[in-house]
Structures are given as structure tokens and as C-alpha cells.
């Protein structure tokens, strides 16, 4: 069991791997913010949270917004506790060949994955250096080996992966590690949004994905949240900078 006085931040949390996420953290023990573009839409899972003992608050963000980030990270720590543990989930997909590919698709998935985790990063990073402990989790992808249709989503989810292993080796030396998940096939309300632009029914999507994947059947949100667990622990304290593929098989 986690240290009940931590207190996580959760982006990206109303729904899908993010929602799975908050729920797992709260069942170690921390306190969760679930935070998301809309409040409202946070306010499901902090009722689950709540639901089953956990202490939780909801908090709306752009988390590409400087001043927003800034407001909600002072909001977090004034309401729930300071924050030692971040996970930078929330993203976007604006898929698209190259050709087809506007720059606002591009800049808007590169301002809400890579954007968003620095600032949101640099916000809660003063809280982890001062308490001399801190942990953050940053969600890449198996698309950042590079993916048809995804450059703008590709380059942001190698970026994060660059990113992380830069704030090991500056934030090692405070007792703050950094992570990162790259999740395979998940099945959540961005896959199939995924399937129904490329016209296909989910469940034909999924089949055809999962003969690719060595363990036979797709990921869930379960899956990514243990290994979100794991890195937020106490125990991982010596595991910084890395990257772990949870895709169900060998990707990297």
C-alpha cells in the first residue's frame, strides 16, 4: 500500500485508460484528481472513487493552456494535498495520411500530448523536488515506432518518450523518477474511434488487430493502470528513464 498522504494527478482521467488509471491509484491509496477537459465529465469516476473509499476531486483543464495548468495544479494541491505523483495521459487523435494532413490537426495533437505534459510537468515538478519524492508517468504509444495515418500522433508519442528520459536525468537526483507507457491495442472509446474513420466495425477492427498480438486478445485500461501502479510505487524508486511496452508482445 501506498503512503496514504499522496496525492496523484490523473490527465485525461474522465474516460477510457486515464478513468482506469485515477480508479487504480485511488485503490493503492492516493488521493486522485481526475482532471479532463470537462469537469463534468470527471465527476463519474471521482464518484467511483468516492464509492469505494477513496478520497477524489474532479478538475476541468485544457492541459495545453499555460495559465489553466498552472490554476488547476494550486487547485489540486489547495484541495487535496500536493502532488507527488503525475500521469500525463490525456491525447487526442487528429489521424490522417501526410498529404491529407492539415496543421491544425497537426498542432492540436502535438499541443495536447507534448505540450500539455511539459506544462503540466513543470507545474507539479516543485511539489516532488521540495518533498524529495516523486513520481511521473507519461503515456507514449506502440506508434511511436511510427504508424500509417498517425505523423502528427507518432511524433508526439516519441517525443514524450524523449522527454521522459530528460526529466530522469534532471529530476533524479530529488527522488523524482520518470517513466513511460507505450500501450499496444486498448480497447477504449479512441480505438473505436479509430475503426470508424477507417469505416470499419469495432469488433472487425479488433479481430484483425488481435491476430497481430502474441498474447491473443486486446488490451484494457486494467492493463496499463498496473503498469502505472508499479512506477508510481514506493518500490520503483531505481527504475527511472525507462520505456515499457505494454502491447501484449515484443514491440521495441
Known amino acids: 500500500m501506498i503512503n496514504t498522504t499522496r496525492t496523484a494527478i490523473v ?72 502532488p507527488t505523483v503525475l500521469v500525463n495521459n490525456a491525447g487526442i487523435i487528429r489521424d490522417n495520411l501526410l498529404f491529407k494532413m492539415t496543421a491544425t490537426d497537426w498542432d492540436s495533437v502535438i499541443n495536447v500530448h507534448l505540450r500539455g505534459a511539459f506544462l503540466m510537468t513543470r507545474a507539479v515538478q516543485g511539489y516532488m523536488t521540495k518533498a524529495s519524492w516523486g513520481r511521473v508517468v507519461n ?69 484483425f488487430v488481435v491476430k497481430e498480438i502474441p498474447v491473443g486478445r486486446g488490451g484494457l485500461p486494467a492493463d496499463i493502470a498496473h503498469a502505472v501502479s508499479f512506477f508510481a510505487s514506493e518500490g520503483a524508486g531505481f527504475v527511472s528513464g525507462q520505456v515499457l511496452y505494454v502491447a501484449g508482445g515484443p514491440k521495441a
Open 11 to 82: 490527465t485525461g482521467s474522465a474516460r477510457g485508460i486515464g478513468a482506469g488509471v485515477a480508479q487504480r491509484l485511488a485503490a493503492d491509496g492516493l488521493a486522485v484528481a481526475v482532471l479532463d477537459l470537462d469537469e463534468a465529465a470527471c465527476k463519474a469516476v471521482v464518484a467511483e472513487i468516492e464509492a469505494a473509499g477513496g478520497r477524489a476531486i474532479a478538475v476541468g483543464v485544457d492541459v495545453a493552456d499555460e495559465d489553466a495548468v498552472q490554476a488547476a495544479v494550486l487547485r489540486v494541491a489547495a484541495e487535496l494535498g500536493e
Open 139 to 207: 503515456l507514449s504509444s506502440t506508434s511511436a515506432l511510427g504508424n500509417r495515418g498517425q505523423a502528427n500522433y507518432s511524433a508526439a508519442k516519441a517525443g514524450i518518450q524523449g522527454f521522459t528520459k530528460t526529466l530522469a536525468i534532471e529530476l533524479g537526483k530529488y527522488g523524482v523518477t520518470a517513466n513511460a507507457i507505450a500501450p499496444g491495442f486498448i480497447e477504449t472509446e479512441m480505438t473505436m474511434a479509430t475503426a470508424e474513420r477507417m469505416g470499419v466495425p469495432f469488433d472487425d477492427f479488433k479481430a
